[in-house]
Nanobody
Framework: EVQLVESGGGLVQAGGSLRLSCAAS????????IGWFRQAPGKEREAVSS????????YYATSVKGRFTISRDNSKNTVYLQMNSLKPEDTAVYSC?????????????????????WGQGTQVTVSP
């Protein structure tokens, strides 16, 4: 059974940092594209970042590029999202998921419906 468990969320002031973790079981994170997504109250879920298999090519939403970094620790079977220079608009529930569509070429990394095995999410709140 595939299971993803997020952790690391919390309350932080604007300009601060948090590191989110996505611990996987039932799969090896280096064999799957893993993505981070977020959903703010009243808004649709949006893609934040993904990391590919193998060499681990990374992809970022424009709104977080240069501030967030996705990485993978194969020995811990965990994917991380390092979030720096946080802004109030980053406030959301952050979730991770695995890419399950037949082919990943990087151009559609952001498509939420191509992902499955969603974790329960972790709340990130950034105060002004």
């Amino acid at each position: 059974e595939v299971q993803l468990v997020e952790s690391g969320g919390g309350l932080v002031q604007a300009g601060g940092s948090l590191r989110l973790s996505c611990a996987a079981s039932g799969i090896s994170v280096d064999g799957y594209v893993i993505g981070w997504f977020r959903q703010a109250p009243g808004k649709e879920r949006e893609a934040v970042s993904s990391i590919s298999i193998g060499v681990g090519r990374t992809y970022y939403a424009t709104s977080v590029k240069g501030r967030f970094t996705i990485s993978r620790d194969n020995s811990k079977n965990t994917v991380y999202l390092q979030m720096n220079s946080l802004k109030p608009e980053d406030t959301a529930v952050y979730s991770c998921a695995t890419y399950v569509a037949p082919l990943f070429d990087g151009t559609t990394w952001y498509r939420t419906h191509d992902y499955a095995y969603w974790g329960q999410g972790t709340q990130v709140t950034v105060s002004p």
